[in-house]
Nanobody, 115 residues
Framework: QVHLVESGGGLVQPGGSLRLSCAAS????????MAWYRQAPGKQREWVTF???????AYTGSVRGRFAISRDNAKNTVYLQMNGLKSEDTAVYLC?????????WGQGTQVTVSS
C-alpha cells in the first residue's frame, strides 16, 4: 500500500521561505516519478514540479528559480524548498506519484503567504 504524507506548511510573509516534505511508504522515491501539485481556493489543481528517478527535474514557469525539488533516498522523502514566496503561492500543496496503474496523492499541507 502506497502512502504519501506531506508536512511543513504554514503561514509565511511574502518573500519568506518554507520547506515541504513528502514522506513515502510502499514505494522507493529513488525509483519513482514524484511530483508536487497545488490547489488554491476556487482554482483547479496545478502541477508545480517533478523529479524523476534519474534526478531530472522540471518546474512550472511561475515557480522556476524560486522552488527546488529534491529527495533523500535514505529517508524515502521528497522535499520542496520554496523561496521568495508570493501571495499567489497560497494553496494546499500535494505530493503525487504513479505506481503501476494507480495514481496516489497525499492529504496535502496548507501554505499561506500573507503579511
Amino acid at each position: 500500500q502506497v502512502h504519501l504524507v506531506e508536512s511543513g506548511g504554514g503561514l509565511v510573509q511574502p518573500g519568506g521561505s518554507l520547506r515541504l516534505s513528502c514522506a513515502a511508504s510502499g514505494i522507493a522515491v529513488s525509483d519513482s516519478f514524484m511530483a508536487w501539485y497545488r490547489q488554491a481556493p476556487g482554482k483547479q489543481r496545478e502541477w508545480v514540479t517533478f523529479i524523476k528517478p534519474d534526478r531530472n527535474t522540471a518546474y512550472t514557469g511561475s515557480v522556476r528559480g524560486r522552488f527546488a525539488i529534491s529527495r533523500d533516498n535514505a529517508k524515502n522523502t521528497v522535499y520542496l524548498q520554496m523561496n521568495g514566496l508570493k501571495s499567489e503561492d497560497t494553496a494546499v500543496y500535494l505530493c503525487n506519484t504513479v505506481h503501476g496503474d494507480r495514481t496516489y496523492w497525499g492529504q496535502g499541507t496548507q501554505v499561506t503567504v500573507s503579511s
